[in-house]
């Protein structure tokens, strides 16, 4: 079994302004589990424990989405209740291509009958959990993200965490 999902990723660009995001959020922070540099995504569709005879299909899926490249900005910074502590992310007001792609991918797990955590898209970036400020910190924000392809990841265990590396077709043996 393979835990997987579907995710953007970011160009190093934007991925350098997001980790100095995270950085800015550990100097603000009593506490924080900060998210690997390694592993900064959007997830657009969880699919938890999947049969290692599947990622063939899954990748077939990825391809068969199409959508020209589009950029947004992660303008936000938010969080979610996390037991004592919190969530905190990154977010992006109205984004139409954003949310049309994720569409196009739901649609296309619902045709293939695939199985997903099918909850209320919330387009995000994870930089922490179990995190507890001292202050409120400034972010630099707006960070501009062009998007030019999704990507099947694997979750993986990293350093007591996880991260999301991108899966590779099953080669034929």
Same mark, same amino acid.
Request: net charge neutral; hydrophobic share 40%; charged share 25%.
């Given at each position: ?8 990723? %970011? ?60 950029? %947004? ?101």
């Amino acid at each position: 079994m393979r835990r997987v999902y579907y995710a953007l990723t %970011f160009d190093q660009e934007a991925t350098n302004k997001i980790i100095t995001n995270v950085n800015i959020l550990k100097a603000n922070a009593l506490q924080i589990k900060p998210i690997p540099e390694n592993s900064i995504h959007m997830t657009m569709a969880f699919l938890g424990e999947v049969e290692e005879s599947m990622i063939d299909e899954l990748l077939e899926i990825r391809d068969e989405i199409s959508f020209e490249p589009f950029s %947004f900005n992660l303008d936000y910074l938010d969080s979610f209740p996390d037991r004592n502590s919190r969530l905190y992310y990154l977010g992006t007001n109205q984004s139409e291509e954003l949310y049309a792609l994720q569409k196009s991918l739901v649609k296309k797990l619902y045709q293939h009958k695939i199985a997903f955590h099918d909850r209320q898209f919330l387009p995000h970036v994870t930089l922490s959990r179990k995190t507890v400020l001292k202050k409120e910190p400034k972010m630099l924000l707006p960070i501009n993200c062009t998007i030019t392809s999704l990507e099947l990841l694997e979750s993986i265990p990293y350093k007591e965490t996880r991260i999301g590396i991108p899966v590779k077709k099953i080669a034929n043996e």
